[in-house]
Each structure stands twice: as structure tokens, then as C-alpha cells.
């Protein structure tokens, strides 16, 4: 029997709201992403390997985040008093404490409505995806990697300040760019536009391809 297919939610969608029981208590998610970034991240099961690392680098980075004006929230499909247990382990063993939630999804409900997931891969487990979801409730990124490996926490970082320099700017990222790094402006749409442009001080590749500094 073939498997159905899912709809998964897709880059320029509204993220689909729910209300969850967390590590933190009960709550809605569009409440939680109100006038705020939100990093939605899901991890294969709690006291697995390759997850503690994750997470505990998540719990490590959260002040980081909070200067981007951006929230952290986990999810595995694990029980509420598997997520606490596990918290406390990490602390223990570790000093490191996960103080954003993490959402107990033991009925899949949420994995499933944001295609986490993925029958070839797993049909128990969340596979490692992460959502980037801007303050008005979009989902401008979107990241997926398999059970058995690990994410990069830098390129999570680094994509998130390049979407918010973006926004912020209205300019677009070269090839690895990094805070700092020039930015490509938007191309011209008039013959004016485009005289003015072999007139300016921008890094100048070609008309369509120009950078400046920030």
C-alpha cells in the first residue's frame, strides 16, 4: 500500500498555528510567535545522541537568539514526562538547562501537520527540520536533515541574521555570505535605473549583479 502524500507546509506559507502542551506549560503557538521570529525545530526522540548535542547547543545559544528578537521551540514526539526527565538529565550531566519549551507531541499532531514526519525515513520519529517563521507568522526557511546527522548551528545563525538583514534592508545574500560580508542590490528596472547604477560607487560585477556595503 502506497504511503500518503502530506501536504508539507512551504516557504511563503503561513505557519499553521496549534496549541500544544510543553516544557513550559500549555500554549498557542500564535501567541508565542507574536511579534517575534521563531525557530520551530523538532529532534528524533529525547536521550538519543546526536539530540542532546542539539539541544543542549540550542539551550547554549538561547541568549543569542533572544538579542535577534528570535524564540526557540522543540518538539520530538515523546511524553511530557519524558521531556522533563530528559531536561534534568542534560542538567545534571551536562550544566546545561533547555529553558524554552519543547513541545510533548506524542500524537503526532503537530509533527504530521508540519511535515516532520517522513515515512522513508521514519514513520515514529521527527525527522531534524527546522522552521524560520518571521513575527507576521511566515515561514521564510526551511531546513531538513535525516535521523543521523546533526545540524549545523552556525548556518542556522547565520541564515537567520541574513533573512533579517534582508527584511531589514531590502538587499539579497551572495554566495556564503556572512554578517559584514557586501550585499547584492536589486537589480534595476529602467534604462535610468541602470545608467545611475554605472555611476554609483557599488562593486559593480555587471548591471544586474552589483554589491555594497552595509
Known sequence: M????????????????????????????????????VLLFSHPADFTPVCTTEMSAFAQEEDYFKSLNTKLMGLSIDSIHSHIA???????????????????????KVAKLYGMLQPGESETAAVRAVF?????????????????????????????????????????????WKPGDKVIVPPPKTVMAMEERENSDYEMVDFYLAKKNL
Open 132 to 176: 524560520f517563521i518571521d513575527p507576521t507568522g511566515k515561514i521564510r526557511l526551511i531546513m531538513y536533515y535525516p535521523l543521523n546527522v546533526g545540524r549545523n548551528m552556525e548556518e542556522i545563525k547565520r541564515a537567520l541574521i541574513a533573512l533579517q538583514t534582508s527584511d531589514e534592508n531590502k538587499v539579497a545574500m551572495p554566495l556564503n
Open 86 to 108: 530528559w531536561v534534568n538529565n542534560v542538567k545534571k550531566h551536562m550544566g546545561i538547562l533547555m529553558k524554552f519549551p519543547i513541545i510533548a507531541d506524542i500524537d503526532m
Open 2 to 37: 502506497e504511503t500518503p502524500i502530506t501536504m508539507m507546509p512551504r516557504i511563503g506559507d503561513q505557519a499553521p498555528d496549534f496549541a500544544a502542551v510543553t516544557t513550559i506549560g500549555n500554549l498557542q503557538f500564535s501567541d508565542y510567535n507574536k511579534d517575534s521570529w
